[in-house]
């Protein structure tokens, strides 16, 4: 995910969801969309790797990419040791006893 936050940085942002919504679709993206504002970011960093105090304490102050492994069966009861998706990890709580993590996938409802 370093790539895509260096990407952002470099060329001043991308555009915010509703005005580019992900197509599930291949193709060709639009790099000349229009004039819609920009969602930009001065920097990023790392969370050291299964560190889940460290994860909670950065979750505390902002939302976070975390990268899973989405690519199997495994994905469904949270196992897996490759990562290819991203998806925004957005706030984290504790009900009868389970403690969770409140995920945002960009796949959608669907």
């Known amino acids: 995910m370093d790539y895509a936050f260096e ?4 060329n001043g942002g991308l555009r915010k969801e509703e005005d580019y919504p992900y197509s599930m679709e291949e193709g060709t993206c ?3 969309k ?3 504002e920009m969602v930009t970011i001065s920097g990023h960093q790392d ?3 299964n560190d889940e105090t460290s994860l909670l304490k950065a979750l505390a102050h902002q939302p ?3 990268a899973i492994d989405a690519s199997s069966r495994e994905f469904q009861f949270y196992k897996g ?3 290819d998706h991203g998806v925004a990890a957005v706030g984290y709580g504790s009900s009868k006893g389970s403690d969770y ?3 945002k996938n960009s ?3 669907k």
């Not at 990407?7 to 470099?10: P, Q």
């Open 30 to 32: 639009e790099t000349q």
């Open 7 to 10: 990407y952002i940085v470099k």
């Open 107 to 109: 796949w959608g409802p």
């Open 64 to 66: 976070l990419s975390v």
């Open 81 to 83: 040791v490759n990562l």
């Open 34 to 36: 229009d004039d819609s």
């Open 47 to 49: 969370v050291p790797r």
């Open 101 to 103: 993590i409140i995920v």
